[in-house]
């Protein structure tokens, strides 16, 4: 990365109006990604998913190595947190959760079973039995990965091209090898 790129990627900024719209337009985005809360203003960057003042919480309480909150409109933003987030999505991680067999509904039978057979004692909540998992770690690396392959590649040019450029870059490197 050359200097100047360093230069940018340090420079904090509010969250830009027209990525806000982006990103209230992507599928799922109206409502929180964990209790279906209305007008969510609050996001995991870690996941590209938009968050509810009280699900922000239960994500700060997991730690940043899992969750990384930021407020869209309070705090200030790189451009990489942009990016993940106009990559993420809230339909594109519950989808993620349903095929790895993490739905709500799924987690919570789990969570009942737990109190259940542990006679009232500290029991995970429903947030940190889907993002602490295996797959949630897989799911954060590979939007990580993502989004650092798109900044290093010029200017964003929006979700659908960014999954083409990553097509691309796939079947490049399966030949090569």
């Given at each position: ?132 998992t295996n797959a949630a770690r897989f799911y954060r690396n590979m939007l990580t990965k993502h989004v650092n392959l798109l900044k290093n590649s010029g200017p964003y040019k929006g979700r659908e091209e960014s999954r083409k450029k990553a097509i691309s870059v796939q079947r490049q490197r399966a030949t090569a090898a």
């Open positions: 990365m050359a200097a100047t790129e360093l230069e940018k990627e340090k420079q904090f900024s509010w969250f830009p109006p027209a990525c806000y719209q982006l990103l209230t337009s992507i599928q799922g985005n109206s409502q929180c990604v964990d209790c279906g809360d209305c007008d969510p203003q609050w996001a995991s960057v870690t996941y590209g998913t938009l968050l509810c003042l009280r699900c922000s919480g239960r994500h700060r309480s997991m730690g940043v190595k899992v969750s990384f909150v930021r407020s869209i409109h309070m705090d200030s933003w790189t451009p990489s947190q942009i990016l993940s987030m106009l990559e993420g999505g809230n339909a594109q991680l519950s989808s993620f959760f349903e095929r790895h067999e993490l739905s709500h509904s799924k987690c919570q039978a789990f969570v009942q079973r737990q109190k259940e057979n542990n006679n009232g004692e500290y029991i995970k909540d429903l947030t940190s039995v889907r993002y602490e």
